[in-house]
């Protein structure tokens, strides 16, 4: 089976919760579906992207987390599986897509070409219990559907051909992007679950937001001015009319 596939298939599920991407191959099928605000693609940063997924469910512990990974990346920080074995946020869903290739970095073989190196096997020795291993499309879903459902740490092992997109590109920036996903991340945070009703989305009676003042826009009008009349004169202007002639000297004092 193709990655491209499995993450069509994630797509519809994934409108609702937080995403984290590595970079790559795997970051453009996803944008290629369709951006959201809620997706964060993790460039020039290798290996990480299970590292920030998990400071994400730590944060949000009332929101799925979801971590599109790969295999040439978790080889990079294994150490994030005994992370995440220890701290088990049960709302965090890992996907490793195993193509045992380094595809977006030259096409390089990974370790698990070989077939010697079990990623499945090494999270489970971690000590992460729900780790699944799938090599079609109907098994990616049935176990995607289980993990989403669990209230629980929850690792996908996914063996995918090594095909990529046909190009790369992406018409957002990596500042713009994580600006976009730390304030959606903030709007879904655990204190809007406090302050803000569940139903309509309105501020609480208790709410310290409400008690803030609203931001006010000042516009600029033009004086509007008769034909025949004289413009209004400026008021809040309390100097005398010494003081009004002196005004364009820098430091000029009336004469006494």
């Not at 990480?48 to 994400?56: C, D, Q, T, V, W």
């Not at 406090?194 to 409400?210: A, I």
């Amino acid at each position: 089976m193709k990655r491209a596939e499995c993450i069509a298939m994630l797509y519809p599920e994934l409108e609702d919760k937080a995403v984290v991407t590595i970079m790559g191959a795997c970051a453009q099928e996803l944008y290629d579906l369709g951006h959201r605000d809620n997706f964060f693609y993790l460039q020039h940063a290798m290996g990480l992207a299970s590292s920030i997924g998990l400071g994400l469910a730590l944060h949000l512990p009332h929101e799925k987390i979801v971590v599109l990974d790969g295999d040439g990346s978790v080889l990079m920080n294994l150490g994030t599986l005994a992370t995440l074995a220890r701290y088990r946020p049960r709302n965090l869903v890992h996907f490793i897509f195993d193509n045992g290739s380094l595809l977006s970095t030259g096409g390089y073989d990974s370790h698990t070409t070989s077939g010697i190196t079990d990623l499945g096997a090494m999270a489970r020795g971690a000590g992460i219990e729900q780790v699944a291993a799938v090599d079609s499309v109907v098994a990616f879903g049935e176990a995607a559907i289980e993990a989403f459902a669990r209230n629980d740490l929850s690792v996908i092992v996914a063996k995918v051909a090594a095909v990529g997109p046909n190009h790369y590109g992406m018409d957002l920036q990596l500042p713009e992007n994580a600006f976009r996903f730390k304030r959606i991340t903030a709007w879904t945070c655990s204190c809007r679950k406090t302050h803000f009703d569940t139903n309509d989305g309105s501020r609480r009676r208790n709410c310290p937001l409400r008690s803030r003042p609203a931001l006010r826009t000042r516009r600029r009008t033009k004086s509007r001015t008769s034909a025949g009349s004289e413009p209004r004169k400026r008021s809040g202007d309390r100097r005398g009319p010494r003081e009004r002639a002196c005004r364009g000297v820098r430091g000029a004092k009336p004469r006494g």
